[in-house]
């Protein structure tokens, strides 16, 4: 099956740095991906979706200027998160899409491993 | 607004039987997907079995088997023949058609006992 991957799987930084967190997929082209970000021992909450060479549209309550998210290939979107604070320790998904645009399609989608991130 | 009820935050099975995790949603779309997403200890999510909610017959993948109540609003995952592999947590999740969104319930935890 298609394979997505993400790096770094985890990643530690200081309070007030920026992390770049990957998403790829490997072996299909993405027009759509999605990041969610998931609280230890909770379910996973849609951050945004992010389309190739558009910006993302982002859900309510998620502060796109804090969360950059770009999208600028077919295989590759990437997720920014500008000084962060321990408050942004978190797991990361993303998964990825390409739709076929049928009304009544649910194309699979498919996740990647996660990323760790962790803010001293 | 949609939304997933998993009332079973943790449940436990024996080696070899059989368990139902439930789950319950809210929705007025009459066009939508439901799913059942696995998540082992190592976060990644593996995608069980899906219905459509168009589809009369229950969605079953091997082991796994959904009882789909459209009218109640329920969409249960039975597990036969349990395997210690199918220890994870297991989520609920439903997507209306066209949006490619999930929105996924909290999750049940399940155990498998050797």
């Known amino acids: 099956g298609a394979v997505v991957s993400q790096h770094p799987s985890w990643v530690i930084c200081k309070s007030g740095t920026s992390v770049k967190i990957e998403c790829r997929s490997l072996?299909?082209?993405?027009?759509?991906m999605f990041w969610y970000r998931q609280f230890p021992k909770q379910s996973l909450m849609l951050m945004a979706t992010?389309?190739?060479?558009?910006?993302?549209?982002?859900e309510q309550g998620v502060e796109k200027d804090k969360f950059l998210i770009n999208h600028a290939s077919l295989t590759l979107s990437t997720l920014t998160v500008t000084s962060a604070h321990p408050e942004d320790s978190s797991f990361y998904i993303c998964s990825a899409t390409t739709p076929s645009g049928r009304a009544m399609s649910t194309d699979t989608q498919y996740f990647g491993p996660g990323t760790r991130l962790t803010v001293l | 607004a949609q939304t997933v009820t998993q009332s079973q935050p943790e449940m436990s099975v024996q080696e070899a039987e059989t368990v139902t995790l439930s789950c319950t949603y809210d929705?007025?779309?009459?066009?939508?997907?439901l799913f059942w997403y696995k998540q082992p200890p190592s976060r990644q999510m593996i995608l069980v079995i899906r219905q459509e909610a168009y589809k009369q017959q229950n969605a079953t993948e091997n082991r796994f088997s959904v009882n789909f109540q459209k009218a109640a609003k329920s969409f249960s995952l039975k597990i036969s023949d349990s395997q210690l592999g199918d220890t994870a947590m297991y989520f609920c999740a439903f997507m209306r058609a066209g949006t490619y969104k999930y929105i996924f319930g909290t999750g049940t935890r399940l155990k498998v006992l050797a």
């Open positions: 929705t007025s779309e009459s066009n939508y997907y």
């Open positions: 072996d299909f082209q993405a027009t759509t």
């Open positions: 992010s389309n190739e060479g558009s910006k993302a549209t982002y």
